[in-house]
């Protein structure tokens, strides 16, 4: 079960280039228990619009896809459930927080839940649980929305998908326009719901320190192709990212420019900033 | 007296928690200033006071001789130009010609000259056969290729990014970056607020908010050997400089620190 492209590929129309291609032939799964999965590619590279497809907010033009049992193709079929889809699969989108827009907290969360036909009831029960998931406390539930600082926004608006309970959560650049402390403690946060709930969680980023920190897939998309999956530091290992106009970890930067400064043989694939100094006072004759 | 000059200035939004406090602060002409804070720390707020979006609570800005006051407000409107995080939130025009003369129409400047810059400073921001796209049909990059052009082609001669590469991929990004150092050599006056402690280094000084003051304004170098700053102000170090700092000064460790502050340092 969970979501299995197909031969995937995705066209519009586009003014400026006739018919543009946004995904190719993508065939790719994604299991729904456990994983935690880094989606990567430069701007236009079509990592929105495969998310989308994850939760069948568009269809493919060509290729199938697999949700949960349910087939989707180019043409809607009256058979399938859209709406438990969106309930099996929730999207988070870039800057979430500028989507709140009840005047409290509490409100917000239910949004979503109420529209799965459950009672007021529940659904408050609900928004008390996935707000505590996010790590706020119920003193936050009566607060108007508003007035809380960007990256409480960002947790409340990702509390209003956590409270519909998906069993995969796909989240769009969740970290941008946080500073480094805010960016840690929403990764952590991630990590942490993965671990407990078992929930399938995939997360758009151009941060590569946070690529290899924290995941053990990575998909990489290059002009609408899917070019690789798998483990980062085999992505790491390749010399082709600077080709698809991607990044190289910190780390690996750092130590590699020792390596060549000081004809060094230091190990260059450390993940934290510990780890890499470790490996200095090894390699380095320290 | 300094090109731009802030003086005990404070903000709040709503007369109680104060944003901006004691803010003192001179940039030179020419200068390319980072600006570094956690999130809330007033960064942005301080960009919007500088072109007179916001008024200070107390305390005054002066620019270029000029004090900023209502009637000076669109005088001075003139020298700034702001770049935002968000390239599609700043879009007016139809096309991106439209886009580049929006500013120029509202200084009233004549036909002529305004297609002959419009020309001009597409070419200058590699824009040049864009000019009769459609902005949402660019990379983000390239819009804001074109907002700087919209601002140059004002003449301005201050610019204020603000988080103006958070939302671009590390290709566009860099692009943007090697596109500002050029500004910056000919001489504009560079404000950049940032998260990125990579992308502050590139700049003369970096200027340090913490909780709505100033924590630091110093030298990009000599602030950078100062961990406590940004301990402080919940900020993080180059990851070469983390490095550099942990290591002992003896033997090996001496020249593998001074290769580390090498490598963090190069511009």
Same mark, same amino acid.
């Given at each position: 079960?969970?979501?299995?492209?197909?031969?995937?590929?995705?066209?519009?129309?586009?003014?400026?280039?006739?018919?543009?291609?946004?995904?190719?032939?993508?065939?790719?799964?994604?299991? !729904?228990?456990?994983?935690?999965?880094?989606?990567?590619?430069?701007?236009?590279?079509?990592?929105?619009?495969?998310?989308?497809?994850?939760?069948?907010?568009?269809?493919?033009?060509?290729?199938?896809?697999?949700?949960?049992?349910?087939?989707?193709?180019?043409?809607?079929?009256?058979? @399938?459930?859209?709406?438990?889809?969106?309930?099996?699969?929730?999207? @988070?989108?870039?800057?979430?927080?500028?989507?709140?827009?009840?005047?409290? @907290?509490?409100?917000?969360?239910?949004?979503?839940?109420?529209?799965?036909?459950?009672?007021?009831?529940?659904?408050?029960?609900?928004?008390?649980? =996935?707000?505590?998931?996010?790590?706020?406390?119920?003193?936050?539930?009566?607060?108007?929305?508003?007035?809380?600082?960007?990256?409480?926004?960002?947790?409340?608006?990702? =509390?209003?998908?956590?409270?519909?309970?998906?069993?995969?959560?796909?989240?769009?650049?969740?970290?941008?326009?946080?500073?480094? =402390?805010?960016?840690?403690?929403?990764?952590?946060?991630?990590?942490?719901?993965?671990?407990?709930?078992?929930?399938?969680?995939?997360?758009?980023?151009?941060?590569?320190?946070?690529?290899?920190?924290?995941?053990?897939?990575?998909? @990489?998309?290059?002009?609408?192709?899917?070019?690789?999956?798998?483990?980062?530091?085999?992505?790491?290992?390749?010399?082709?990212?600077?080709?698809?106009?991607?990044?190289?970890?910190?780390?690996?930067?750092?130590?590699?420019?020792?390596?060549?400064?000081?004809?060094?043989?230091?190990?260059?694939?450390?993940?934290?900033?510990?780890? =890499?100094?470790? !490996?200095?006072?090894?390699?380095?004759?320290? | 007296?300094?090109?731009?000059?802030?003086?005990?200035?404070?903000?709040?939004?709503?007369?109680?928690?104060?944003?901006?406090?004691?803010?003192?602060?001179?940039?030179?002409?020419?200068?390319?200033?980072?600006?570094?804070?956690?999130?809330?720390?007033?960064?942005?707020?301080?960009?919007?006071?500088?072109?007179?979006?916001?008024?200070?609570?107390?305390?005054?800005?002066?620019?270029?001789?000029?004090?900023?006051?209502?009637?000076?407000?669109?005088?001075?409107?003139?020298?700034?130009?702001?770049?935002?995080?968000?390239?599609?939130?700043?879009?007016?025009?139809?096309?991106? /010609?439209?886009?580049?003369?929006?500013?120029?129409?509202?200084?009233?400047?004549? /036909?002529?000259?305004?297609?002959? *810059?419009?020309?001009?400073?597409?070419?200058?921001?590699?824009?040049?056969?864009?000019?009769?796209?459609?902005?949402?049909?660019?990379?983000?990059?390239?819009?804001?290729?074109?907002?700087?052009?919209?601002?140059?082609?004002?003449?301005?001669?201050?610019?204020?990014?603000?988080?103006?590469?958070?939302?671009?991929?590390?290709?566009?990004?860099?692009?943007?970056? *090697?596109?500002?150092?050029?500004?910056?050599?000919?001489?504009?006056?560079?404000?950049?607020?940032?998260?990125?402690?990579?992308?502050?280094?590139?700049?003369?000084?970096?200027?340090?908010?913490?909780?709505?003051?100033?924590?630091?304004?110093?030298?990009?170098?000599?602030?950078?050997?100062? /961990?406590?700053?940004?301990?402080?102000? /919940?900020?993080?170090?180059?990851?070469?400089?983390?490095?550099?700092?942990?290591?002992?000064?003896?033997?090996?460790?001496?020249?593998?620190?001074?290769?580390?502050?090498?490598?963090?340092?190069?511009?």
């Amino acid at each position: 079960m969970g979501i299995r492209f197909n031969q995937v590929s995705y066209e519009y129309p586009s003014f400026a280039e006739g018919l543009y291609s946004a995904i190719r032939n993508i065939n790719l799964e994604i299991t !729904e228990k456990n994983e935690f999965i880094a989606l990567v590619g430069h701007t236009g590279s079509g990592k929105s619009t495969l998310a989308k497809h994850m939760n069948a907010l568009i269809f493919p033009t060509s290729g199938s896809l697999e949700i949960y049992g349910n087939i989707i193709t180019a043409k809607r079929n009256r058979k @399938v459930k859209y709406n438990s889809i969106r309930k099996k699969v929730g999207l @988070v989108f870039q800057f979430p927080e500028y989507q709140l827009f009840e005047e409290t @907290v509490e409100k917000d969360i239910m949004f979503g839940p109420m529209n799965f036909k459950i009672t007021q009831e529940e659904a408050k029960k609900k928004a008390k649980e =996935a707000l505590n998931l996010v790590g706020l406390d119920d003193s936050y539930l009566s607060r108007n929305p508003y007035n809380l600082s960007g990256g409480e926004k960002k947790r409340v608006s990702i =509390a209003g998908i956590l409270a519909m309970d998906p069993d995969i959560l796909i989240l769009d650049e969740p970290t941008s326009g946080l500073d480094p =402390a805010g960016r840690r403690v929403l990764m952590n946060l991630f990590q942490d719901i993965n671990k407990k709930t078992g929930k399938t969680i995939v997360i758009i980023t151009h941060d590569m320190d946070l690529v290899y920190q924290y995941f053990n897939r990575v998909l @990489v998309l290059n002009d609408g192709n899917l070019i690789f999956d798998g483990e980062p530091e085999k992505l790491f290992r390749s010399e082709d990212l600077i080709k698809y106009h991607l990044d190289y970890p910190n780390t690996i930067k750092v130590l590699s420019h020792l390596n060549k400064e000081l004809h060094l043989n230091l190990n260059i694939y450390q993940k934290t900033l510990e780890e =890499a100094l470790e !490996e200095i006072k090894r390699g380095g004759l320290l | 007296m300094s090109y731009i000059e802030i003086r005990d200035l404070d903000f709040s939004y709503n007369g109680k928690k104060k944003v901006l406090e004691s803010i003192n602060l001179q940039v030179e002409k020419g200068e390319w200033i980072a600006c570094l804070g956690h999130n809330g720390s007033g960064k942005s707020t301080l960009a919007k006071a500088l072109v007179g979006l916001l008024e200070p609570e107390l305390g005054e800005i002066e620019i270029d001789g000029l004090l900023l006051t209502e009637e000076t407000a669109y005088e001075i409107r003139k020298k700034i130009g702001i770049v935002f995080q968000n390239p599609d939130n700043q879009f007016v025009g139809v096309t991106v /010609r439209d886009d580049i003369a929006f500013g120029m129409e509202n200084l009233c400047v004549p /036909r002529e000259e305004m297609i002959e *810059k419009i020309d001009f400073y597409a070419k200058k921001v590699n824009m040049l056969d864009f000019l009769d796209k459609e902005p949402t049909n660019l990379s983000g990059g390239q819009k804001q290729q074109v907002a700087i052009a919209g601002i140059l082609a004002m003449q301005s001669e201050i610019i204020i990014f603000d988080e103006a590469t958070s939302m671009l991929d590390p290709f566009s990004r860099e692009e943007l970056i *090697k596109y500002i150092r050029t500004l910056h050599k000919e001489g504009l006056t560079i404000i950049m607020i940032t998260h990125d402690i990579n992308e502050a280094l590139l700049a003369d000084k970096i200027l340090v908010l913490n909780k709505g003051k100033i924590e630091a304004f110093e030298e990009t170098e000599k602030i950078m050997k100062k /961990r406590e700053v940004f301990v402080e102000s /919940r900020l993080e170090l180059p990851i070469a400089l983390d490095l550099a700092n942990a290591l002992e000064s003896n033997g090996n460790a001496t020249k593998i620190r001074k290769k580390l502050w090498e490598y963090a340092l190069t511009k």
